[in-house]
């Protein structure tokens, strides 16, 4: 499975940014996709997951300001950020769960920064 993500950039505080992460490859299904984030000398934290029903996860951090959404068809997440903190500045990695012939991957893509900086 392939992952590739777009989106990324420079915010000021206060701001939007919508990531987009599609998938690629000899893909029966998607049961999970979700978004992660690793900021300089912290560990890769959870943002948001989906599943393929429409569920939902998201952490504490940004309840109410992040919206994660999928296109079940195009095999494509998003992550729609708003009211940026500069917090929120990291490395944003697109990840899934994909059914392929003969097993379940678990996929990451290449990551996209995110910087919210006045």
């Known amino acids: 499975v392939q992952l590739v993500e777009s989106g990324g950039g420079l915010v000021q505080p206060g701001g939007s940014l919508r990531l987009s992460c599609v998938a690629s490859?000899?893909?029966?299904?998607?049961?999970?996709m979700g978004w992660y984030r690793q900021a300089p000398g912290k560990q890769r934290e959870l943002v948001a997951t989906i599943t393929s029903g429409g569920n939902t996860n998201y952490a504490d951090s940004v309840k109410g300001r992040f919206t994660i959404s999928r296109d079940n068809p195009k095999n494509a997440v998003y992550l729609q950020m708003n009211s940026l903190k500069p917090e929120d500045t990291a490395v944003y990695y697109c990840?899934?769960?994909?059914?392929?012939?003969?097993?379940?991957?678990?996929?990451w893509g290449q990551g996209t920064q995110v910087t919210v900086s006045s």
């Open positions: 990840n899934v769960h994909a059914i392929v012939p003969g097993r379940i991957e678990d996929s």
């Open positions: 490859g000899d893909i029966f299904s998607i049961y999970v």
